[in-house]
DNA sequence: TCGCAATATGTTTCGCGGAACATAACGTCA
DNA sequence: TGACGTTATGTTCCGCGAAACATATTGCGA
C-alpha cells in the first residue's frame, strides 16, 4: 500500500446501490486471492462483511460480479466475473480520469491547506 | 432538490484533514443562512455538528473558511470569508470537471446495473 | 439592565454498523 | 467416511460517532 488515494469517489444509485472505493478493493483482493475468506483476511475484513458486500454488488448489478463455488479440493473459492473485471475496470478508470481532470482544482485547494508539512 | 448527485468527492489530506459533500453543503448554507445555526436548522443538523465542523475547516486550512461573530442585534452570525468562498468554488468545480471527465465510466458502469427503473 | 439570538463547549445518551462468535452445508481427496 | 477449507447464514456483543441535553458567554437594542 504505497499511498491512501487523496481523491475517493462514491457512486450512488438510489436505493442501497452504492460502489466506492471499499467495494473496489474488495474485488481487487478476491481477483488476488481467488476466494472472499482469502480476501477478506487479506485486507483485515471479516468474512461476514466482505461476503455481504459481495451479496450487494451482486444484487446490485444485472449479472453477478463475482462466481463462487463450494466445497471441491480447495474448499471453493470466488473469482471475478466478466462483468466484475468490466465494474473494477471501469470505477479504476473512473478513479484515474477524475483524478487526472481535477488535477488543477485539487492542486489548488491542497495549496489553501495549512501546513502540509509532509503533503499527506 | 432535483437529484443528489450520483458522484460523491471526497478529498483527503491525512491527519483529520478532509473536505467532502457534508462539509462543502454546510458552507452554502451557511452562506445562504448568515450563521451556523441558521445553516443547521436548515439542513437538519444539529448546531453542534455543524459548529465543529466549521471548527474543523478552519482549522485545516491556512485562512479560516468562515467568520464568525459574536452577541450584536442578531445575536451574531457566520459569513464565509473569501478562502472559504474559494475552497467551496474549487470543490464545486471540482465535482462538475470529474463528472463531465468521467461521464462516459459512469454511464457504462450505470448500464450495467440491474432495474434501473426509476435512475435513482 | 434585561432579553434575545447567536456562538462556544462540556456531558450524557443512544442507534447502528461492524466485530465476534457460532453453525450448517458443500464437495473433493486421502 | 472423515477431514479440510470454503461458502453461507444467523445471533450476540461492542465501540464509536452523532444526537440530545445542558450551560456559559457575547454584545446590541429595547
Given at each position: 500500500m504505497p499511498c491512501e488515494p487523496a481523491l475517493r469517489i462514491r457512486l450512488l444509485f438510489g436505493k442501497g446501490k452504492m460502489l466506492g472505493p471499499g467495494k473496489a478493493d474488495l474485488l481487487d483482493a478476491i481477483r488476488d486471492a481467488g476466494s472472499i475468506a482469502g480476501a477478506g483476511r487479506a485486507m483485515g475484513m471479516s468474512y461476514k462483511r466482505a461476503w455481504s458486500l459481495v451479496e450487494e454488488m451482486n444484487a446490485a448489478f444485472?449479472?453477478?460480479?463475482v462466481a463462487r463455488t463450494r466445497g471441491g479440493a480447495r474448499g471453493g473459492g470466488a473469482q471475478l466475473t466478466e462483468a466484475g473485471e468490466a465494474v473494477l475496470g471501469h470505477y479504476r478508470a473512473l478513479e484515474r480520469i477524475a483524478a487526472e481532470a481535477g488535477a488543477a482544482e485539487i492542486a489548488a485547494l491542497q495549496a489553501m491547506l495549512a501546513d502540509m508539512s509532509d503533503g499527506r
Amino acid at each position: 500500500m504505497p499511498c491512501e488515494p487523496a481523491l475517493r469517489i462514491r457512486l450512488l444509485f438510489g436505493k442501497g446501490k452504492m460502489l466506492g472505493p471499499g467495494k473496489a478493493d474488495l474485488l481487487d483482493a478476491i481477483r488476488d486471492a481467488g476466494s472472499i475468506a482469502g480476501a477478506g483476511r487479506a485486507m483485515g475484513m471479516s468474512y461476514k462483511r466482505a461476503w455481504s458486500l459481495v451479496e450487494e454488488m451482486n444484487a446490485a448489478f444485472r449479472a453477478p460480479l463475482v462466481a463462487r463455488t463450494r466445497g471441491g479440493a480447495r474448499g471453493g473459492g470466488a473469482q471475478l466475473t466478466e462483468a466484475g473485471e468490466a465494474v473494477l475496470g471501469h470505477y479504476r478508470a473512473l478513479e484515474r480520469i477524475a483524478a487526472e481532470a481535477g488535477a488543477a482544482e485539487i492542486a489548488a485547494l491542497q495549496a489553501m491547506l495549512a501546513d502540509m508539512s509532509d503533503g499527506r
